[in-house]
């Protein structure tokens, strides 16, 4: 997957998954990981510096976390576009978890 990603997606990803990271460290008071990614979308032609990145929680509950991303971008027109999107799942490290990452 990783390979296939545009010229500084890789930047866009980590961008991503950062504020997904900041968005569902809000939420637990324990240390947590993350667990996996879903519907990872980045479109060529977007630096990082230039986007605005939104984050949603889309699941919530004691043990888990499912963060939605969303970067958004100036096109060569002045008009938005979406950069990348993505869905990432965190889980806290503490106890026996039911869920599976």
């Keep these: 997957m990783l390979s296939n990603l545009p010229e500084r997606g890789l930047d866009l990803m980590d ?14 008071l ?3 990981r993350f667990a ?4 990872v979308q980045v479109n060529e032609g977007f630096a990082t510096r230039d986007v605005d990145i939104e984050t949603w929680p889309l699941f ?5 976390i499912v963060v939605s991303v969303f970067a958004t971008g ?8 979406t ?3 993505g869905r990432f ?3 806290t490290l503490t ?3 039911a869920y599976r990452a």
């Design 15 to 28: 961008a991503m998954v950062a504020a997904a990271a900041e968005r569902a460290s809000s939420h637990f």
């Design 30 to 32: 324990e240390v947590i």
């Design 36 to 39: 996996k990614c879903d519907d």
């Design 60 to 64: 919530a509950d004691h043990q888990a």
């Design 74 to 81: 100036p096109n060569d027109d002045g008009s938005l576009a």
């Design 83 to 85: 950069a990348a999107s």
């Design 89 to 91: 799942t965190f889980t």
């Design 95 to 97: 106890g026996k978890r």
